[in-house]
DNA sequence: TAAGTGATTAGC
DNA sequence: CTAATCACTTAT
């Protein structure tokens, strides 16, 4: 029995979503059909009161995405390069969501270690920013995975900001190869 | 440790 | 309009 996890999964305390969403599935369906899943292992949080986060300006052309409903795909482009998958959490109006930095992949693709490399192996581009996570009648969404043992859950410092270094808001799986390096 | 890369944003 | 910045990755 597959569950996907609906929109009052998301529509809770930032930091309860980044820590609860390691082991649950990240399900991608491409332009052929083909679906490819992957455990997320590591995450981080990002909400409105926090100098890291993009909507902590209040909402722009960017990050306005941020504010929708809870359980919305918040994808940006970042270094010329690379994109990002973050989820709305929280509250519609209030701008917070979870950045999904790795996961274990479920079948044969590579270099999902990192945030900018996920995206890239799951064809994951600003085309599907905006879209609800909470049915896979869409490109992305997330299955019910199997629970992480608290004592296998590690909370640290973010990566790669310059404002909020200190706030420990990621999370990742302990002792999993797939989670990204320093 | 530095470069590559281009959208985004704040500030004129 | 322009310049600075950037939730990254890869190669020195």
Known sequence: MILILKRNFYSRNTLDVAKSLLGQVLCRRLDDGNVIRGII??????????????????????????????????????????????LVTDKKEYGAGVLIRAIEPLCLIPDTNGPGKLCRSLEITRDLNGIDVTTDKNAIWVEKGEEIPEENIVQTTRIGIKHGKELPWRFYVKNNKWVSKK
């Open 41 to 86: 292992v590591e995450t981080e949080a990002y909400m409105e009161n926090d100098p890291a986060c993009h909507a902590y300006n209040g909402p722009t052309r960017r990050s306005k995405i941020l504010f929708e409903k809870p359980g919305t795909a918040y994808i940006y482009f970042t270094y010329g390069m690379y994109h990002m998958l973050n």
